[in-house]
Nanobody, 125 residues
Framework: QVQLVESGGGLVQAGGSLRLSCAVS????????RGWFRQAPGKERETVAT????????YYADSVKGRFTSSRDNAKNTLSLQMNSPKPKDTAVYYC??????????????????WGQGTQVTVSS
């Protein structure tokens, strides 16, 4: 089975920085599209960032563009999200995910097949 495990969540001061990591294991292609998603209380899950197999094709939600950066290390099979200048509105459970049978670039959560358990990020003002 494919497993994804997020780490790095926690409390952070607004304007600070936080780095989330996702370790991927199991029978999956290291080049498949992966992404970061989040869900705040009472809100629908939303796409934060997605990144293609080579790392060159990326997508960022308008709400985080310029502040968050997604990257991947295919050799280590890891995914990262650098969160700079986080805001209280960024408070949510963050999930990493990977596509399965299809490997084309995608920005929608419904196209991702494997999901981590999530890590809480709380931004205080």
């Amino acid at each position: 089975q494919v497993q994804l495990v997020e780490s790095g969540g926690g409390l952070v001061q607004a304007g600070g920085s936080l780095r989330l990591s996702c370790a991927v294991s199991g029978r999956t292609f290291s080049r498949n599209t992966r992404g970061w998603f989040r869900q705040a209380p009472g809100k629908e899950r939303e796409t934060v960032a997605t990144i293609g197999g080579s790392g060159s094709n990326t997508y960022y939600a308008d709400s985080v563009k310029g502040r968050f950066t997604s990257s991947r290390d295919n050799a280590k099979n890891t995914l990262s999200l650098q969160m700079n200048s986080p805001k209280p509105k960024d408070t949510a459970v963050y999930y990493c995910a990977a596509r399965g049978g299809s490997y084309g670039f995608s920005t929608t959560s419904s196209s991702f097949d494997y999901w981590g358990q999530g890590t809480q990020v709380t931004v205080s003002s």
